[in-house]
């Protein structure tokens, strides 16, 4: 560490979480020195001069230890410059378990480029590489611990709840927390379909099948309560209803929130809730791979204002074909149906995206 005349910033004590908002914001804040505190003052480093209403001027401040910011830079002295091309930059985190994805060819650098990423990133506690792809009926998929803490489960945070789960025995996408909001929105937003009174908005009782974890239920439920009557869960993977149960306390959602989580085969249990009178006011499929063979239990337990979420992956020249999947099955039940919207909530491969249809029962 040295010490450098550099260009500071210089902000009563009062107005220092304001300006270090505002510098972050801008990009301004010059991260490569020490901010210095002395007297009344402080003096963050700037990059470059700007109009302000405070002192810029030369000050002598402290270098920080410079951190590499990609895992690329951190690489550079461990990989050679073949490998350094190969290394896929782009990773996902689940809480503080960062998963890669490492090329057969580089592997056996793996270790080390695990722990080049725990050295830039502060926060990941865990670094595992991906083994495979989702598979069978509970969509997960193998991860081979690489560096870190010796551990797969972990609290997730997004859209103002938290998730526990263990990233290899239950299916979740950090990647769909904006669809998860998406859904949220349009319960909170929602006006009665049955009233043209607005003040006798109707609260919504939702379906969410394959329910994983919980996500859906608790984004949902967190974010959107005044709307809701009730929510139902089903999942198949008894590993997957734990964690839910779990997260639904974690949230407290368990007190008045009216869900409840079934650990069952959507298959077996939908005819159950359909015989006992249950009709939704909305109702998730969140299950991309062979959603439509599903789609005759979710008309089932649908009344005309049903909104359905149809999750499909499809190529963005055949989007058409899960219109025509929804048409089909609603013709065969002799129901009608209404398209709303089809949204693209995230790629799966090339030229490939995983769509929700939001379709309407009339
Ligand atoms: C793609 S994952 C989605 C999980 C969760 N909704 C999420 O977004 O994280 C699909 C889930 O459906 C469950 N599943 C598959 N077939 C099922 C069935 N017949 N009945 C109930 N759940 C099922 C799997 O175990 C898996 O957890």
New binding site residues.
């Given amino acids: 560490m040295g010490v450098i005349k550099i260009l500071t910033i210089k902000v009563p004590l009062k107005d220092a979480n304001k300006v270090k908002t505002i510098l972050i914001r801008n990009e301004n804040l010059d991260n490569s020195y020490k901010t210095l505190k002395e007297g009344l003052f402080v003096y963050f480093p700037v990059k470059t001069l700007f109009k302000t209403k405070y002192e810029l001027i030369n000050k002598e401040l402290e270098t920080l230890e410079h951190l590499p910011h990609s895992l690329k830079d951190a690489l550079k002295n461990i990989l050679t410059k073949d490998e350094l091309e190969k290394v896929k930059t782009a990773y996902d985190c689940i809480g503080d378990i960062a998963i890669l994805e490492i090329d057969r060819e580089l592997r056996k650098k793996e270790k080390e480029i695990a722990n080049a990423l725990l050295n830039i990133r502060r926060d990941i506690k865990t670094v595992v590489r991906k083994e495979g792809s989702h598979e069978g009926?509970?969509?997960v998929q193998k991860m081979k611990y690489l560096a870190g803490e010796n551990r797969k489960e972990t609290i997730h945070k997004e859209n103002n709840i938290r998730l526990k789960l263990d990233i290899e025995k239950?299916?979740?996408?950090p990647r769909?927390s904006l669809e998860r909001m998406r859904i949220a929105e349009l319960v909170n937003t929602s006006k009665s379909r049955e009233s043209k009174n607005k003040k006798s908005e109707k609260k919504e009782d939702i379906l969410v099948?394959?329910?994983?974890?919980a996500?859906?239920c608790c984004v949902i439920a967190k974010n959107a309560a005044e709307k809701i009557n009730s929510i139902i869960g089903?999942?198949?993977?008894p590993e997957?209803h734990k964690y839910g149960i779990e997260n639904i306390k974690l949230n407290k959602l368990d007190n008045g929130c009216n869900i409840n989580l079934i650990n069952?085969?959507?298959?077996k249990e939908i005819p159950k809730l359909a015989k006992m009178g249950k009709r939704f006011d909305r109702i998730l499929m969140?299950?991309?791979k062979h959603a439509e063979d599903f789609l005759p239990e979710a008309l089932a337990v649908s009344k005309k204002g049903t909104i359905i979420h149809f999750y499909d992956f499809l190529h963005e020249e055949k989007f058409n074909d899960a219109l025509e999947k929804i048409k089909k099955v609603c013709d065969k039940a002799k129901k009608k149906c209404r398209i709303l919207k089809i949204v693209k909530c995230g790629q799966h491969s090339p030229r490939t995206f995983r769509i929700c249809v939001d379709f309407e029962v009339m």
């Fill in positions: 009926t509970f969509r239950v299916y979740f996408s769909l099948m394959f329910s994983g974890c996500p859906y089903i999942e198949i993977n997957g069952g085969d959507v298959k969140p299950l991309p």
